[in-house]
C-alpha cells in the first residue's frame, strides 16, 4: 500500500549547489615527502597529491586557507605563514589535514623552513627561530633584527641563510644571541626561493643563480647568469644537480660548475617553483598547477603530466549543448563539459592572447579580449582550433547567426560578418564613448550594451534609441519579451519596460535583501543574481513587486585575523553567470553549478550554515491538501540543510578555531514503501572561530 504523503511549501524556487570545478588558484610553492606532494596556493590553501604511480598528481584533499605561499614539511606536521602567524597543519592523515596551532608572529612573516626542532620565519624585521617540538604549541626562540626586507630563508643545522631584494645575510643560530656571520649586497637580486644543500645554499633571484658557503659566508658571493633570459624563482638541489624553475622554463645545471647548462624545457607558465623526488621535478606553476618533469636524463628533461586545473580569473561563461565556454586573461578559453552537472570535467583549453567575453553557436565560439576577436572550432571539445581572427580591441560579443556584434574599448559598437572566419568582414559601426569594461546582448534587432549605463543601439541601422540605470553601476543584462533585467550595484536589480526602446520606463528599482549584483539571468518567471557574496534568486512574475525568495551565500573559507588585525584586500573576482536546461553555471575562482530547482518540494530541516532566509524563502507551513504518491514514481525531496560534523566533537582547537564539514545533500523517497535514502552532492571542510 503505498504511503500518502501530505504537504505544502511557500516560494517557487530553490538554489541547490550541485557541484564545483575549482581552480587552484595560484600555486607558488610545493613540497614532496615520500609519495606525497603538497602544494601552497594563495587562494585555494593547502592541496594534497598522491604522486606514488603516475606522473599526473592525484589529488587527496584541500585546506582551505587564503594567502598560502610558503610551506614545510616535519614529520607528520606541515608548516606555514600567513600576515603576522605560523600555522601548524597536521597530515598524518594525508587526506583529512587537521590545523593544530595558529601562533603570532612579531613581524609579518613570508617565508618559513624548518630544520629539527626549529622553524624560521622570516619577513619583515629579520629572522626568528621557534621551537616545534610541540606543533600544537611553538615557542619562540631567538631573533636575527634586521631593517632589511627578507623574502626567503634556508637552513644547514643552526646556520641559516636569509635573502631579500638586494641582500643576503647568514646567521648563527646555535649561539645566543644568534650571530651575524656575513652579508652580501647584490644590486636587483630580487631573491625568490633558496635551498640549503651539504655546505652551500643555492639562491634564485632575478638575473640567475647564486650561491654562498655556509663556511665562509664573507666570501663573495658567485653569480650565474649564462643561458638564462628570465627571472628564476624556485631551486632545488640533487644528486649534484640543480634544478631551476623560472619565466623562461626548467633549466638543469651543475650543481658544481653553475654556469654550465645541462638541459632546458619550457613549461606551460612561469615556475614559482621547484622539488625533486628521485626522477620526478615538481613545478609550482602558478594558476596553472604542478607540472612534473622526467629528469632521468637531465640533459633532456621531458614534460610528462601534471595537475591542471580550471583557470582562476574567468571573465565570462557562456553554456550550451553541454559544455560550459569559459574565457579568461590567462586561459583565452576553457571548455568544461557539463553532461553531468554534478560532475563538470574540464576537457579542452586554449592559451591565445586574453579574453573577457565568450559566446556560442554551435559548435563555433567566439572570443573577445585583449586586442583581437577570435573564431574557434569546438567540434572536437578538447583540442579547440582558432579559425580566424580580428584585430580589433573587444570588450563584449555577442553573436546571431553569421554576425558578431561586438562593443570595442576604443571604436565604438561594430557588426561585423564572421561568415567566413579566415575573412572577418566589418558591416557597419557606431561611435561609442570609450569604455573601461562592457556587457552585451542582443534581442529582437536591439542590441544592450552595459557600460557606465544601459544604452539600446538598433542594429539593423546602427543607432542609440534610449538609455536608463546612469548612476546605478549596471554590470549585467537579460531581456524576456519587453521587459529588461539589469543586475547593478544600487538594490541588485532594476526592471525595465522596453516595449518603447526610446523611452524606457523603469518597473522597478532594487529588492528588499538584494546585494550588489554582478550578472543577471531570467529563468521561469525568476530573475538569479551573482554576487560577490554568491547568488540570489528574485521572483519578478509581478515586475512592480519584487520579491526576494532565496539567497545562497559562499562561505569564508579563511583563517580570520585577530581583532584589530588588519586583513589583507584581495583581487576583486569576475562573477558571471550563465543557464541552461535549468541549471545555472557561476564563474567565480573556477566553475559552480547550481540546480534552479521550481518543482520540487523543499523541506528544511534547519536555517543552514551560509544560508539567508530573506523575504518570501521557502517554508513549510503546514500539512494541507498536496498529494504525493510513491509507488513506481519515486520523487525527490532536495535538502539543502548543511550538516556540520566536527572532529573535536564540536568543539574548538586551543586556538578558537573548530574544523567543520559542510555537506549538501538529497533525499529519495521510492517504492511502495516509500524508504529514504540519501545522497550527499557535496562537502567542504571549513575552519570557524
Given amino acids: 500500500m503505498s504511503l500518502l504523503l501530505l504537504c505544502t511549501w511557500i516560494g517557487a524556487t530553490s538554489i541547490i549547489p550541485l557541484s564545483s570545478l575549482e581552480t587552484a588558484g595560484y600555486i607558488q610553492d610545493v613540497k614532496v615527502v615520500g609519495d606525497i606532494l603538497y602544494a601552497a596556493s594563495n587562494t585555494s590553501g593547502l592541496i594534497i597529491f598522491d604522486v606514488s604511480t603516475s606522473p599526473k598528481p592525484r589529488k587527496l584533499a584541500t585546506f582551505s586557507m587564503h594567502g598560502m605561499t610558503s610551506i614545510d614539511v616535519a614529520g607528520q606536521t606541515l608548516y606555514t605563514v600567513k600576515g603576522t602567524s605560523i600555522i601548524a597543519i597536521d597530515v598524518t592523515d594525508p587526506e583529512a589535514p587537521v590545523l593544530l596551532s595558529v601562533t603570532k608572529t612579531r613581524n609579518s612573516v613570508t617565508s618559513i623552513t624548518v630544520e629539527s626542532q626549529w622553524a624560521y620565519v622570516v619577513g619583515d624585521g629579520g629572522v626568528t627561530a621557534f621551537d616545534v617540538r610541540n606543533p600544537s604549541k611553538p615557542i619562540e626562540g631567538g631573533t636575527f633584527s634586521s631593517f632589511n626586507v627578507y623574502t626567503s630563508v634556508s637552513s644547514l643545522g643552526s646556520t641559516v641563510m636569509i635573502c631579500g631584494t638586494e ?113 620526478m621535478a615538481y613545478v609550482a606553476e602558478g594558476p596553472k598547477g604542478v607540472q612534473v618533469v622526467d629528469i632521468s636524463n637531465i640533459s633532456n628533461p621531458t614534460l610528462v603530466g601534471g595537475y591542471n586545473p580550471i583557470s582562476a580569473d574567468s571573465r565570462d561563461i557562456f553554456a550550451q549543448g553541454g559544455y560550459a565556454y569559459l574565457s579568461g586573461p590567462v586561459a583565452s578559453l576553457q571548455v568544461v563539459d557539463i553532461s553531468n552537472p554534478k560532475k563538470p570535467l574540464l576537457v579542452g583549453r586554449l592559451y591565445d592572447g586574453t579574453g573577457s567575453s565568450v559566446h556560442a553557436v554551435g559548435a563555433t565560439v567566439y572570443v573577445a579580449g585583449g586586442t583581437q576577436l577570435m573564431v574557434i572550432d569546438v567540434s572536437v571539445p578538447s583540442r579547440p582550433v582558432v579559425l580566424g581572427r580580428r584585430s580589433v580591441k573587444c570588450a563584449a560579443v555577442h553573436v546571431v547567426g553569421t554576425t558578431a556584434y561586438v562593443v570595442t574599448l576604443r571604436d565604438g559598437f561594430q557588426i561585423l560578418d564572421v561568415s567566413s572566419p579566415s575573412s572577418i568582414k566589418l558591416v557597419n559601426y557606431l561611435p561609442f564613448d570609450y569604455l573601461l569594461k562592457a556587457a552585451l546582448l542582443v534581442s529582437n534587432n536591439i542590441a544592450y550594451v552595459v557600460s557606465d549605463r544601459l544604452t539600446l543601439i538598433n542594429v539593423q541601422e546602427p543607432t542609440v534609441l534610449g ?223
Fill in 167 to 279: 641582500v643576503i645575510t647568514v646567521v648563527n643560530f646555535g649561539v645566543t644571541p644568534p650571530a651575524h656571520l656575513g652579508r652580501q649586497y647584490i644590486h636587483s637580486l630580487n631573491c625568490h626561493s633558496s635551498s640549503g644543500v651539504e655546505d652551500t645554499f643555492y639562491i634564485a633571484g632575478r638575473r640567475g643563480v647564486y650561491t654562498i658557503s655556509a663556511i665562509s659566508p664573507h666570501d663573495p658571493v658567485e653569480r650565474f647568469t649564462r643561458g638564462f633570459t628570465g627571472t628564476m624563482r624556485g631551486i632545488d638541489v640533487l644528486r649534484g644537480s640543480a634544478f631551476v624553475a623560472g619565466t623562461d622554463g626548467f633549466h638543469t645545471l651543475n650543481a658544481t660548475e653553475m654556469d654550465l647548462r645541462v638541459g632546458h624545457i619550457m613549461t606551460p607558465m612561469h615556475g614559482w617553483q621547484v622539488r625533486v623526488r628521485e626522477d
Fill in 467 to 689: 538609455t536608463a540605470c546612469k548612476g546605478s553601476t549596471p554590470s549585467g543584462v537579460d531581456v524576456v519579451g519587453t521587459t529588461a533585467y539589469v543586475a547593478v550595484q544600487d538594490g541588485g536589480l532594476q526592471v525595465l519596460d522596453v516595449s518603447d526602446p526610446l523611452q524606457p520606463a523603469v518597473l522597478a528599482s532594487g529588492c528588499k535583501g538584494c546585494k550588489a549584483a554582478t550578472d543577471v539571468k531570467v529563468h521561469n518567471g525568476t530573475a538569479y543574481l551573482t554576487t560577490k557574496q554568491g547568488m540570489q534568486a528574485v521572483d519578478v512574475n509581478k515586475p512592480r513587486a519584487l520579491r526576494l525568495v532565496d539567497t545562497f551565500l559562499n562561505k569564508e573559507r579563511d583563517l580570520k585575523g585577530e581583532e584589530g588585525e588588519e586583513e589583507e584586500e584581495e583581487e576583486e573576482e569576475a562573477t558571471t553567470l550563465s543557464i541552461s536546461d535549468g541549471v545555472a553555471y557561476v564563474s567565480r575562482n573556477g566553475l559552480h553549478v547550481f540546480g534552479l530547482v521550481d518543482s520540487y518540494p523543499f523541506v528544511p530541516e534547519e536555517e543552514p550554515e551560509g544560508k539567508s532566509s530573506g523575504e518570501g524563502a521557502m517554508v513549510l507551513v503546514s500539512v494541507v491538501a498536496g498529494v504525493l504518491l510513491c509507488g513506481a514514481a519515486s520523487f525527490v525531496l532536495l535538502n539543502r540543510r548543511q550538516r556540520a560534523r566536527s572532529k573535536a566533537g564540536g568543539g574548538k582547537n586551543d586556538d578558537g578555531y573548530a574544523e567543520v564539514e559542510l555537506c549538501v545533500s538529497d533525499t529519495k523517497f521510492e517504492g511502495d514503501d516509500c524508504q529514504m535514502s540519501e545522497q550527499t552532492i557535496s562537502c567542504h571542510r571549513e575552519l570557524h572561530n
